[in-house]
Structure formats: C-alpha cells, structure tokens
C-alpha cells in the first residue's frame, strides 16, 4: 500500500481513534454480549494519546496502534484498523512502524493470535483479563 503514512497521533485524531476502536471492535460477534454488558469498553482512553499512531490513507484514519513504555519493553495496548481496511496490511504496517524503535514488544492477545505470529510474536504465557484469558505474547527486537 503506497499511500498509506503512519504518523504520531494528534489530539484533532482522537474522535476519528475513538471511531475506528468503536467499529473495530464491534467485528468480533463473539465479544458482542461482553461488550453489551460493559459498554464503556468501546471508549478508546484518550490518556493513551502520547502513545499514539495513527494510519493514514488519503487523509483519512484507517488504523492506529499504541505501544506504552513499561520497564524494558513496549506494551502493545492496542491496535485497531477499520473494518473497511482490515486485511490489507495496515495493522502489519504499524507494528513495523512499532518495531524500529528497537524494544521488545509484548501484547496480551485474543482472536488476534495468529496474526500476531504472523508478526514474529511468539507466546509467553496468559493473562487475566474482565473477558477472560488472554494469551500473553512478545516480539523480540534487535537495537538499530
């Protein structure tokens, strides 16, 4: 995808964030009910903006993923792409964008599980969350 340009995220992106989460995340049928039951799950966490980027394609936001500093690693917090661009390489793209900023990566997975070992992420172990287990996984970074 030629025209597609990973950039920080800005606070004027955070409505068009807050709306690719939303839709993103209604994709899944199966986490329909949980969602029902918690819908403050479908808020994106603006304080999550520093750590931010965003795809763009032709100006508009077709993705985002963030990545917080925790110890000696990156916490893949999350990474979302609009349902109409999914499949077409923008949540690959950000995790390469991820990737060269030379720290380890690791992210707390669910049906998203082999897309991540299509990314080099391999499991750890499992984590607890309000919907359940997740399998914990990592990617392992060299330093540029």
Same mark, same amino acid.
């Given at each position: 995808?030629?025209?597609?340009?990973?950039?920080?995220?800005?606070?004027?992106?955070?409505?068009?964030?807050?709306?690719?989460?939303?839709?993103?995340?209604?994709?899944?049928?199966?986490?329909?009910?949980?969602?029902?039951?918690?819908?403050?799950?479908?808020?994106?966490?603006? !304080?999550? $903006?520093?750590? +931010?980027?965003?795809?763009?394609?032709?100006?508009?936001?077709? &993705? %985002? /993923?963030?990545?917080?500093?925790v110890d000696d690693f990156l916490e893949l917090e999350d990474l979302f792409t609009d349902p109409d661009w999914m499949?077409?390489?923008?949540?690959?793209?950000?995790?390469?964008?991820?990737?060269?900023?030379?720290?380890?990566?690791?992210?707390? !997975?669910? $049906?998203?599980? +082999?897309?991540?070992?299509?990314?080099?992420?391999?499991?750890? &172990? %499992? /984590?607890?969350?309000?919907?359940?287990?997740?399998?914990?996984?990592?990617?392992?970074?060299?330093?540029?």
């Amino acid at each position: 995808m030629t025209n597609l340009i990973i950039r920080n995220a800005a606070v004027e992106d955070v409505d068009l964030i807050r709306d690719v989460y939303r839709r993103s995340s209604l994709t899944n049928e199966a986490d329909h009910d949980l969602i029902a039951a918690n819908p403050e799950w479908l808020v994106w966490d603006e !304080a999550l $903006l520093p750590f +931010a980027d965003v795809a763009v394609v032709d100006g508009r936001i077709v &993705g %985002f /993923a963030t990545a917080r500093p925790v110890d000696d690693f990156l916490e893949l917090e999350d990474l979302f792409t609009d349902p109409d661009w999914m499949r077409q390489g923008v949540a690959s793209a950000l995790i390469a964008v991820i990737a060269q900023r030379g720290m380890r990566i690791e992210v707390s !997975a669910n $049906l998203a599980k +082999a897309f991540y070992e299509s990314a080099g992420f391999v499991v750890i &172990g %499992f /984590a607890d969350s309000p919907g359940g287990p997740l399998v914990r996984m990592q990617r392992e970074v060299s330093q540029p």
